[in-house]
């Protein structure tokens, strides 16, 4: 079989490790803000390890795309470092604030511009709104068949086989080559990259094209169908942690009548 | 013009799961605010019998879709049978749960409808005629009010065991009614060839009335018999933190939080799981939280209602036998 071609997308957000202290919420502005660094979202590094994984196990030419109003080449360059073939950039003004839609769409328009693929990969979810949409909308916009939530993949005579998460368990599933993929993080955290690899890469002289609305003919903004109205910090759940005291024995004993008074 | 409130049921094997009276409760409310009708779907084969469980709990008709290609539950078959229905009849508000299985489906039929769709809400409102869903981002760290721009029917999960389930009418019954489809072999583009169920076979951690999960302070797989013990005697089920799973003591289905379950049981019980933001996404809406962690400092005691601060080893071994005492 010939290589097959993978893409990846990739969205950056604001590091979801950040403590509730470090995010605030602007409700004028209708916008929350992170005074955290900027990563690539964990499931879209899950995406791109068990891209990495196919290409190691049956060859495989993998591009990265990335979209955002900014999109910082430091944070992404970490994927080429990983061992992706190319990194694509889609920054615009235009994509600022994009609803799931309007991100599928502006996604589908460089996905037929670079062409010739085999299969799609996104993360299961972004690690900001965690709607698992982006993927999903993409597929359908594309016409491939859809498998959500891999927890394992492989590829079998122009075919995609997938270990996919239901309630109780997994499914294997199968579909024909194109298809879309969403993954989840049971596929494997991104391999570690070292320190020298990752300076290499992000003073490599290697330009990284940048691609705005023009270049994929698509106006996502049009394409918005849904709006934030208000933004607000979680509300106080009235939660004042009452600590049993005494030994072990007494705590469990003040603990196992709580306990009971709730029934 | 759009009409009407619809819920999509959820079953597995022929059973219908709570998520579902919730939906048709909550459904019941958005429809008399809109001055409409709500409408169940139910998917499933030989399921028909089932359909009369929705009117004492509010539905007004209740639309059974039948075949054996719907059962179990694949995402192909749900997708395509349920946006030709909506098509056909064109609803105002479309509502699903966010479970596992819900939040797959509600997935794939927004885009397969080309509408917006509020994933995981907590409330829902009618607001000058129209859907406004509250939902909680960033691991819940902010909470968005969403509405829906030309985007019909309004569609939207919500997160189970958060709506309030109506005291069933047994006066009340819905007209039941065959839904019209075609179901072709070409649009099942995937195929599923085997599934694999997790060893435990217990009660689905978003239905659990209490959950007892247990971190990576439980140090190995083999001292979850602890836990399991507690569980037994106040009738709770295994939950488990992703650093429990990850290190493969349980199974993925016991994960509670962001990517894992989100849970709100009535009692939660934490025990050496120390509150990552992940894991509060999880479980923050549960009614009454009680965590055991012998760090003082742990962020898990401020989300939580009962604490006790010390060594899991001697607490909830003792914990389980007082509560025998009660039993
Ligand atoms: C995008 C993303 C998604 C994630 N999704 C999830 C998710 O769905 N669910 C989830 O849980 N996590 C999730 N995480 C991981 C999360 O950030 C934490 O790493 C994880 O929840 C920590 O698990 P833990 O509390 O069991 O372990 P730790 O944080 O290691 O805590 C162990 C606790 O046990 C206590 N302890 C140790 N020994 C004892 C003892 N003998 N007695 C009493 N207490 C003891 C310690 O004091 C400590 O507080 C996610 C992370 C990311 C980045």
């Not at chain 1, 016409?143 to 309630?167: F, H, M, Q, W, Y």
């Not at chain 1, 993080?185 to 705005?212: D, F, H």
């Not at chain 2, 799981?273 to 009614?287: E, F, N, R």
Request: proline share 4%; net charge negative.
């Amino acid at each position: 079989m010939t290589e097959i071609r993978i893409i990846v997308c990739a969205t950056q957000i604001p590091d979801p490790e950040a403590p509730l202290s470090d995010v605030s919420v602007d409700a004028q502005k209708l916008e929350v803000l992170v005074d955290a660094p900027q990563v690539i979202s964990p499931f879209d590094e899950n995406a791109l390890e068990a891209a990495v994984r196919i290409k190691e196990a049956v060859g495989a030419k993998i591009t990265v795309l990335s979209l955002g109003k900014k999109v910082s080449d430091t944070v992404l360059r970490k994927t080429l470092a990983a061992g992706a073939d190319e990194l694509i950039l889609l920054e615009d003004e235009a994509f600022d604030k994009l609803d799931s839609h309007s991100t599928a769409a502006a996604l589908a328009g460089a996905i037929q511009t670079v062409g010739g693929y085999d299969l799609i990969l996104t993360g299961r979810q972004a690690g900001d709104w965690d709607s698992g949409q982006v993927g999903l909308i993409l597929g359908e916009m594309l016409g491939l068949p859809c498998i959500n939530l891999a927890r394992e993949i492989s590829i079998e005579d122009g075919s995609v086989v997938v270990k996919k998460g239901i309630p109780e368990g997994y499914e294997r599933v199968k579909a024909t080559m194109p298809a879309l993929v969403t993954v989840s993080n049971e596929v494997g955290e991104l391999r570690y990259i070292s320190r020298t690899k990752m300076l290499k890469m992000i003073q490599g002289a290697r330009s990284i094209p940048s691609w705005s609305v023009g270049d994929i003919g698509v106006h996502p903004e049009a394409l918005q169908k849904m709006a934030i109205t208000a933004l607000s910090s979680p509300p106080d759940m009235g939660r004042d942690c009452q600590f049993m005291e005494g030994t072990p024995e007494e705590k469990a004993g003040k603990l196992a009548a709580v306990f009971m008074s709730l029934r | 013009m759009a009409q009407g409130v619809w819920t999509i049921a959820e079953q597995r094997d022929g059973e219908i799961r709570k998520i579902s009276y919730e939906l048709v409760s909550e459904g019941r409310r958005l429809a008399d605010a809109l001055g409409q009708e709500l409408t169940v779907v139910l998917l499933g084969s030989n399921i028909k019998d089932k359909a009369a469980a929705f009117g004492p709990y509010g539905a007004n008709k209740v639309m059974v879709a039948d075949d054996s290609r719907l059962e179990p539950y694949t995402t192909d078959a749900y997708v395509s049978v349920i946006s030709q229905l909506v098509k056909a009849n064109e609803p105002a508000v479309l509502l699903l749960g966010a479970s596992v299985q819900g939040k797959d489906l509600a997935g794939r039929l927004a885009a397969r409808l080309d509408v917006a769709m509020a994933q995981d809400c907590t409330v829902f409102a009618i607001e000058g005629g129209t859907l406004v869903a509250t939902r909680p981002i960033y691991a819940g760290k902010a909470y968005a009010k969403v509405t829906f721009e030309n985007s019909w029917p309004q569609m939207a999960t919500a997160r189970p065991k958060v709506m309030s389930v109506n005291e069933p009418d047994p006066s009340k019954s819905a007209e039941v009614m065959d839904a019209a489809f075609t179901l072709d072999d070409a649009d099942l583009k995937t195929k599923v060839m085997d599934v694999v169920k997790d060893e435990s076979g217990k009660v689905d951690l978003t239905e659990a009335d209490k959950i007892v999960s247990g971190g990576r302070g439980m140090k190995g797989p083999e001292n979850y018999y602890i836990l399991e013990a507690l569980a037994d005697v106040i009738g709770a089920s295994v939950g488990a933190s992703r650093s429990a799973v990850d290190a493969g003591w349980r199974p993925h289905s016991d994960q509670v939080g962001q990517t894992g379950k989100v849970v709100s049981p009535n009692l939660y019980v934490a025990c050496g799981i120390s509150g990552a933001i992940q894991h509060l996404a999880g479980m923050s809406t549960s009614k009454v939280i009680v965590a055991i962690n012998k760090d003082a400092d742990a962020p898990i005691f401020q989300k939580a209602d009962y604490g006790v601060v010390g060594d899991l080893f001697d607490v909830v071994p003792a914990l389980t036998e007082e509560a025998k005492k009660y039993v």
